[in-house]
Antibody
Framework: QVQLQESGPGLVKPSGTLSLTCVVS?????????WSWVRQPPGKGLEWVGE???????NYNPSLKSRVTVSLDKSKNQISLELSSVTAADTAIYYC?????????WGQGTLVTVSS | DIVLTQTTLSSPVTLGQPASISCRSS???????????LSWLHQRPGQPPRLLIY???NRFSGVPDRFSGSGAGTDFTLKINRVEAEDVGVYYC????????FGQGTRLEI
């Protein structure tokens, strides 16, 4: 059974860079799937951040594209997210997930707060 | 960018009664490969979302058959045949025809 676990700092200062990792167990990031990051501000809806394929091909939400990098480390079997120049509007629960449009593997999410 | 707009349920829903949620897309969701990548997810408080329906009408493994999806092009519907207490939460439509977009969510209360 594939399991995903997000981790990273829970507090990031404004204008700083948010960095998260998602460790995949019970499966390989090298398989033919897209891996996504999705975020959810407290009390609000879901927003897709970006995705990466095992080949390294990426797609990003156009509204975040200039600030987002999603990467994949096959040796560690993990996916990473970097979001630069953060503001309070980036405060959210960040989920990693495998192909949310046809699969049902989600991490439990990690809350990241942007505050000084 | 594709925008998905969901309807609001007239709350609360009565146990055992049907419920229907609509999702309208700002453009056709038919992909060049002929598939329509419209999914429905359900999120309970404090939990990650879970997939219910993919490609308009295909129930994901383990999803009760009281859930069904329909639609085509730009208009899609999720129907719950007989609402049960565990169905409370927020329902989202998702499109993956052109990048990925979520609808704003529809809350179901009993």
């Amino acid at each position: 059974q594939v399991q995903l676990q997000e981790s990273g700092p829970g507090l990031v200062k404004p204008s700083g860079t948010l960095s998260l990792t998602c460790v995949v167990s019970g499966g390989s990031v090298s398989t033919n799937h897209w891996w996504s990051w999705v975020r959810q501000p407290p009390g609000k809806g879901l927003e897709w951040v970006g995705e990466i394929y095992h080949s390294g091909t990426t797609n990003y939400n156009p509204s975040l594209k200039s600030r987002v990098t999603v990467s994949l480390d096959k040796s560690k079997n993990q996916i990473s997210l970097e979001l630069s120049s953060v503001t309070a509007a980036d405060t959210a629960i960040y989920y990693c997930t495998r192909a949310p449009y046809y699969d049902n593997y989600w991490g439990q999410g990690t809350l990241v707060t942007v505050s000084s | 960018d594709i925008v998905l707009t969901q309807t609001t349920l007239s709350s609360p829903v009565t146990l055992g009664q049907p419920a229907s949620i609509s999702c309208r897309s700002s453009q056709s969701l038919v992909h060049s490969d002929g598939n329509t990548y419209l999914s429905w997810l359900h999120q309970r408080p404090g939990q990650p979302p879970r997939l219910l329906i993919y490609k308009i009408s295909n129930r994901f493994s383990g999803v009760p058959d009281r859930f069904s999806g329909s639609g085509a092009g730009t208009d899609f519907t999720l129907k719950i045949n007989r609402v049960e207490a565990e169905d409370v939460g927020v329902y989202y439509c998702l499109q993956a025809t052109q990048l990925i977009t979520f609808g704003q969510g529809t809350r179901l209360e009993i």
